[in-house]
Each structure stands twice: as structure tokens, then as C-alpha cells.
């Protein structure tokens, strides 16, 4: 250990694990495929300052030297210049890339960014119909105001804790670290977007640092211990970068394996040196782990503009995109650590408390203002002409009464998950079609329903949900349970005409397929596999404005997922191998490298990355139309 500038000690080897969780973080955000857990980076640096805060406060509680106001000064000096440095930015290109909804929801997420509030903020807009993730430029503050929500109640738990019961201060910091993870374990699966982003369920995650820093572990480790408590903590937090995906259940169960990991490495550390130890002190890990907290901060506003608007290069290959955005990343860190986070920290022109708070007050003041004007004047739609503005009214498009959501596709945040009757009404007098599987199923339900005039189309959908009769890991036990009624009471009780199966299709659930295939078959049950569609990688409303203002037609075609082709292709022969008829979306959409993504008038058919617009829906209905034969 070495002494630091403020005179607290300092651990080389925890700023290496400040790189360890950062780099899967930006890696994550870039879209590293290898990273697909990147984001347990955040877990990780909830474990460092829960372990380094709490040793900061109690040591000072002890020496009966502790105070609120100098605690939230260093909080200030820590956490504000450079987040409020990241926020005008965000405001600054907003104004010249965003598209008037894109920037309503931007100034909404400045003001709560500001106040502190973002995680609750995007906890009460998420939802299924929310929008996309890569469309928030400050979604990633969330996980600073679960921090500061934590820090607003923490120091006076621990003083109240030393003075009324110091002797069971750990043990009572062990309960209330117990709950919150049983809590978490729970609402993963049971109410997965409160548990992500309420400061409740991320209490142990910050606490378990807390204990390590309170003498949970107070006996002193051997070298074998240490290399071997250490090795172990990495392998855990490598494997959570390796394994976990954003689709599994999250915080919760998942979250303790690097959690562990960063608990193991700091106590491995706090006793003398290690293998991993001396790795994780080298210069350059140490280098990353000092610029982590603005390297966090830039990342993903880099990203976001990089990939829907292309401010930085465009013309790239996506693997150059990534490097670029990891590269500029680095560089925008170190510039922000050096001359925003450094000047209020150390240095002869810091400024002093009553000077800092001023200055915190006014910038968030800003912020505010900034944000409702935003807010209050519709985003300045006078910037874009009346032809990109039409393109641009889909990106508020509100697709539930075309999805029949709640009623016939069910989602988050419906307590319960139970189809209404009439969604699987048998029709006397035309043929009964039963649309099955999750959103791509139900999107495709209004156009089929206003084309095909002599057929009842029946509908069983709902959020990620694939209509299979073997469910993964990460599907909801409601999908299981709709699923398996249609499949083992529905289908095996009435007289259907055909089944058409439709989904969100990825590599683990075709794979499920052939069994599901063969079971309707073998209950002379007539099927049409309908095949992926066209996915993008921002939402095509957007694409079309910016191929409007860069006079780049082609420029949609580009943002296009290609992957999509080979599991058309396989889904095909799938279909072919089991007897079943075979619709392919891509054939229906594309000719060639170009695929239709808006009407003869410049309307999208998409409204997001991947769902039908009404018009998309009725376009496909009519394509079917002219090609199908039986129905």
C-alpha cells in the first residue's frame, strides 16, 4: 500500500480491479459478442465502493472524526464535475443528432440524471414498448444514483450502528444484506425491472464490500490463501464477462459470482501481495482503473451517437466501429479525468467547500432548466423539414392496441399473465388460423386479420416467449405456462386449420424446433414456419431521417443485421426436413442486398428495429396473399 494524495491509503491492485470492471463495461457497450455479461462490471464497482467508502467512514466514525457535510463534499468532488461535464455534452449533441422524441426523453433523463433519480426514472418508463436501449444515451446513470441513493442512508446507519449497538453492527449489516439478496434472487424472475434498478435490491451488492471493510473476514491470510483466494475471484468475474448474457435473470443469483470475485481479490489483497495481486498493479491496469469513473461515463454516450448517428467515422466495418468507440473512449476518459475529475480533487486552483457547493448547485440548476425546456418544447422539432418529421412521428409509435397487448399479447408490466377468451375464439364459419409466439407473432396478427377476410385468426403471444413445447432457462415461468396450455389443452381440444408459428428467432430456441414441428405433425395438425424477419440495429424511423439528411437512401440497408440470412437459411431446410410449410420474411422484405423498410409515401414499416408499423403489417399480409395458395 501506498499513501495517496487526500492521505488515505492506496491499493494499486484495486485499481486494477477498477479496470477489470470497466473494461467488460465498455466492451459490453460497444457490442463485444465475447463480453456478453460486460455489464457485471457495474456489480463489481458496487463492491469496491461499498468496501473502500465504508473503510473511509467507520474509521473516521471511530476516531470521532466523522461529518455528513465533509462525506458528501468528497462525494461531490468525486462523482459531479465530470457527470455534469457528461450531461451539457449529451444535451449539446442531442440538439444537433436527436430527433424531437429522442430528445424529450434525453431532457427527461438529464433532469433525473441531475437529480439523482435516473435509475428510478428508467425503471418506471421500461416496459416491452419502451424504447431500445441504444436510443438512451444516459441510461447508464442509473447506476449512479442506486450508488447515491445507497450514500444517502449508509453513513447514518453506520453511526447510528456504533452507537447503539456496536458490538452487532456486522451482524446487523449481514441481515439486512441477506434480505436484500433474497429479495434480489426473487424479484429477478418475479419483477425483473425493479430489481435491476431500485437501490433495495442493489443494497447487498454495495453492503458485502461494507462487511469485508467492517472485519467480516478478520484473520490475517497466508501467501498460499491470498494467490489462491485471488486466482479464484478473477476466474469468477471472468466467467461472468463469458457466460452471462442480458437476457437471463439479473441481478439476483447471477450477480454473486462477481460480486464474490471482487471480494475475494480485495481481501487477498488487504494481507500483502499476490500473483494476481502484482498483475492488477501493473502500470497500465492502474492507468485504466484511475480514468475508470470517466471512462464509464463517456462510453456509452460514445456508443449511443456513434451507432445511431454516426458522429464519429462512418464507412466502417462493425468490428472498426467497436475499436473506434473503445479507442475515443480511452482518450475522452483520460481528458476528462485530467483536466475535469483532477482540478476539483487536488491541486492549487481546487476550489474550496463553499465554492464547490455553489458551483454543484448552479450546474444542476442547469441541468434542470436545460432538460424542461427541452421537454416543454416537444425536443425543437423547427430543426428537421416536414418530410423527416413525418419519419420521425413513428419513433413515438405505440403499437398495443395493434399487438392487443394485454388482452391476446401479454407483457411486463401486466400482474398477470392470463389471454382473454376471445383471443382463442373457434370460428364456425371460417378457416381457424392460431398465430403463435411472442411479439413477431402478434405484430403480424393486424395486417392478417384486415387482408385474409375468410379467415378467424386466433392469437396466443407474448413477450419473448417462443412457441415451442421446450421452454430455455430464461423464459419466464408465465410463457411456460401459456405455452404449454396451447400446446397440451388447446391444440389437443380443437379442430385447427393451421398453426403459424412466429418469434424473435435466435440459434437456442430453433434448435427446439424440430420437436415441436414433429409433435404438431403428429397430431395431424397443420403448420407454416414463418422465419425471421429483417432486424436492425437502431430503429428504422431514425435510419430514415438520417439517410434523409446525409442524401444516403442506402445508408438503412447498412445497419442491417446480416446474420439473419444463414438462420433463414437453416430455419428452411428445418422446415423442409419435418414437412411443414416454410415463409420466409427475408424473401418477402429483400431482393438482393436492399430490403424495403417504408412505403410508396416514406412511411416506415418498422417502428422500431424489428416490429411492423399497422402499414408494415399490412404490407407483409398482402405479400402473403399474392404468393399463398391454401389460405
Not at 443528432?97 to 433525473?112: F, H, K, N, Q, W
Amino acid at each position: 500500500m501506498q499513501a495517496g494524495k487526500d492521505g488515505r491509503l492506496h491499493r494499486p491492485d484495486i485499481d486494477g480491479l477498477r479496470t477489470v470492471a470497466v473494461l467488460p463495461v465498455v466492451a459490453f457497450h460497444a457490442g463485444v459478442h465475447a463480453a456478453s455479461g460486460g455489464f457485471i462490471g457495474v456489480d463489481v464497482f458496487f463492491v469496491i465502493s461499498g468496501f473502500l467508502i465504508t473503510q473511509l467512514i467507520y474509521k473516521e466514525i471511530q476516531g470521532d472524526r466523522f461529518s455528513i457535510l465533509a462525506f458528501y463534499e468528497r462525494r461531490i468532488r468525486r462523482i459531479l464535475p465530470a457527470l455534469i461535464a457528461v450531461l451539457l455534452t449529451v444535451y449539446a449533441f442531442g440538439l444537433v443528432y436527436c430527433l424531437p422524441g429522442d430528445m424529450v426523453e434525453l431532457a427527461r433523463s438529464t433532469i433525473a440524471a441531475a437529480l439523482s433519480a435516473s435509475n428510478v426514472y428508467f425503471w418506471v418508463g421500461a416496459g416491452y414498448f419502451d424504447g431500445a436501449a441504444i436510443s438512451k444515451p444516459l441510461l447508464h446513470t442509473w447506476s449512479l444514483a442506486v450508488e447515491e441513493q445507497f450514500y444517502l442512508i449508509w453513513p447514518l446507519l453506520l453511526i447510528l450502528g456504533n452507537r447503539f449497538f456496536r458490538r452487532h453492527l456486522l451482524l446487523a449489516t449481514v441481515v439486512l444484506s441477506a434480505l436484500s439478496f433474497a429479495v434480489s434472487a426473487i424479484g429477478a424472475f418475479d419483477f425483473p425491472n425493479a430489481t435491476f434498478y431500485l437501490p433495495f435490491t442493489r443494497f447487498w451488492e454495495l453492503s458485502v464490500g461494507g462487511m469485508l471493510a467492517l472485519g467480516a473476514a478478520p484473520r490475517a491470510l497466508g501467501a498460499v490463501a491470498r494467490n489462491s483466494l485471488a486466482a479464484f475471484g478473477l476466474a469468477l468475474i471472468a466467467a461472468s464477462v463469458l457466460l452471462i448474457e442480458s437476457d437471463m435473470p439479473f441481478p439476483g443469483i447471477l450477480a454473486l459470482p462477481p460480486c464474490l470475485g471482487a471480494v475475494m481479490i480485495i481481501l487477498a489483497g488487504r494481507d500483502g501481495d499476490s500473483m494476481v495481486g502484482r498483475l492488477l498493479s501493473i502500470r497500465p491496469m492502474v492507468f485504466i482503473g484511475v480514468i475508470s469513473y470517466s471512462l464509464y461515463l463517456w462510453s456509452w454516450p460514445i456508443t449511443v451517437f456513434q451507432r445511431n448517428y454516426v458522429f464519429l467515422m462512418g464507412g466502417l466495418s462493425h468490428r472498426s466501429s467497436k475499436l473506434l468507440i473503445v479507442g475515443v473512449s480511452i482518450i475522452v476518459a483520460y481528458l476528462s479525468w485530467k483536466f475535469i475529475e483532477t482540478p476539483f480533487r487536488t491541486g492549487k486552483h481546487r476550489p474550496n467547500a463553499k465554492l464547490l457547493f455553489k458551483l454543484a448547485t448552479t450546474g444542476t440548476a442547469a441541468l434542470v432548466v436545460l432538460g424542461v425546456t427541452a421537454w416543454t418544447s416537444s425536443g425543437y422539432p423547427a430543426r428537421y423539414s416536414p418530410r423527416e418529421l413525418q419519419a420521425a412521428s413513428y419513433m413515438n409509435y405505440d403499437g398495443r392496441s395493434a399487438f392487443r397487448f394485454g388482452h391476446c399479447f401479454l407483457s411486463a408490466p401486466l400482474r398477470q399473465w392470463r389471454l382473454d377468451p376471445e383471443c382463442l375464439i373457434i370460428s364456425t364459419s371460417k378457416k381457424n388460423f392460431l398465430l403463435l409466439g411472442d411479439s413477431h407473432a402478434a405484430d403480424l396478427w393486424f395486417g392478417l386479420n384486415a387482408t385474409f377476410h375468410d379467415v378467424n385468426f386466433m392469437q396466443a403471444t407474448a413477450a419473448d416467449c417462443f412457441p415451442t413445447i421446450t421452454h430455455s432457462f430464461v423464459e419466464s415461468s408465465k410463457c411456460s405456462q401459456i405455452m404449454d396450455g396451447v400446446f397440451e389443452n388447446f391444440l389437443t381440444h380443437n379442430r385447427i386449420d393451421e398453426v403459424l408459428l412466429s418469434a424473435r428467432w435466435k440459434p437456442d430456441s430453433v434448435e427446439k424446433l424440430p420437436a415441436t414441428l414433429r409433435w404438431l405433425v403428429q397430431h395431424n395438425i397443420h403448420v407454416t414456419l414463418i422465419g425471421p424477419s429483417a432486424v436492425y440495429d437502431s430503429p428504422i424511423p431514425r435510419l430514415l431521417v438520417t439517410a434523409l439528411r446525409a442524401s444516403d437512401p442506402e445508408l438503412p440497408q447498412r445497419h442491417r443485421d446480416e446474420s439473419i440470412r444463414a438462420l433463414d437459411a437453416k430455419m428452411r431446410q428445418m422446415a423442409k426436413a419435418e414437412g411443414v410449410d416454410y415463409i420466409s420474411m427475408i424473401d418477402l422484405f429483400c431482393s438482393g442486398s436492399s430490403c424495403v423498410v417504408a412505403d410508396a409515401s416514406g412511411s416506415p414499416l418498422l417502428y422500431d428495429e424489428e416490429h411492423f408499423t399497422t402499414g408494415g403489417s399490412v404490407f407483409v399480409a398482402r405479400r402473403l396473399m399474392a404468393i399463398s395458395k391454401t389460405w
